[in-house]
T-cell receptor
Framework: SQELEQSPQSLIVQEGKNLTINCTSS?????LYWYKQKYGEGLIFLMM?????EEKSHEKITAKLDEKKQQSSLHITASQPSHAGIYLCGADVPPNYGGSQGNLIFGKGTKLSVKP | SAVISQKPSRDICQRGTSLTIQCQVD?????MFWYRQQPGQSLTLIAT?????????ESGFVIDKFPISRPNLTFSTLTVSNMSPEDSSIYLC?????????????FGSGTRLTVV
């Protein structure tokens, strides 16, 4: 079965600093999604990556998918307290998985705290 | 923007009782997904709800414990039956809008359940 490993598990940064969160898959990624979750709440969709080498940015957040489509990184520039939360990567269930298609497998998340 | 309304947002329930969680989507979707997020853990798929057929449950989840209804293409409910403290989790519904690829998988705001 496919597994997603996120690193680091938690991160504390000073406001204004840059940071990177990684998501590594045990198998080829067919679709990689980044979400943000505030404590006890639902998931906010950030970005979706599908092609090897793809990179997308939204405001101060940039996500990349490596050429081999087994690793993705999420980079935040000049972090702010509003960036605090849990960042989750999710992957499309691959073909022939044997389980339900159309849903996501998730990593365990990276908890980000930003100190003012 | 795509909207999923999930309720209740939180509840505290007595052991042995049942709670029904509702998920309303602002447009028709074929599949709706129900996830569980146990404290400090990532999301785990419970089942996929298809309109007009029985839900498909993932390994470790059974219909007697988590009955699901899907009466139409915009609505679904998940019931957590005969609850125990181990059922204390955040429960989330999710859909994918195929005609809105930039939205990825959209999630409800979650139901935070505490069983005492």
């Amino acid at each position: 079965s496919q597994e997603l490993e996120q690193s680091p598990q938690s991160l504390i940064v000073q406001e204004g600093k840059n940071l990177t969160i990684n998501c590594t898959s045990s198998k080829t990624l067919y679709g990689l999604y980044w979400y943000k979750q505030k404590y006890g709440e639902g998931l906010i969709f950030l970005m979706m990556l599908q092609k090897g080498g793809e990179e997308k940015s939204h405001e101060k957040i940039t996500a990349k998918l490596d050429e081999k489509k087994q690793q993705s990184s999420l980079h935040i520039t000049a972090s702010q307290p509003s960036h605090a939360g849990i960042y989750l990567c999710g992957a499309d269930v691959p073909p022939n998985y044997g389980g339900s298609q159309g849903n996501l497998i998730f990593g365990k998340g990276t908890k980000l705290s930003v100190k003012p | 923007s795509a909207v999923i309304s999930q309720k209740p947002s939180r509840d505290i329930c007595q052991r042995g009782t049942s709670l029904t969680i509702q998920c309303q989507v602002d447009s028709q979707v074929t599949m709706m997904f129900w996830y569980r997020q146990q404290p400090g853990q990532s999301l785990t798929l419970i089942a996929t709800a298809n309109q007009g057929s029985e839900a498909t449950y993932e390994s470790g989840f059974v219909i007697d414990k988590f009955p699901i209804s899907r009466p139409n293409l915009t609505f679904s409910t998940l019931t957590v039956s005969n609850m125990s403290p181990e059922d204390s989790s955040i429960y989330l519904c999710s859909v994918r809008f195929r005609d809105r690829p930039n939205y990825g998988y959209t999630f409800g705001s979650g139901t935070r359940l505490t069983v005492v």
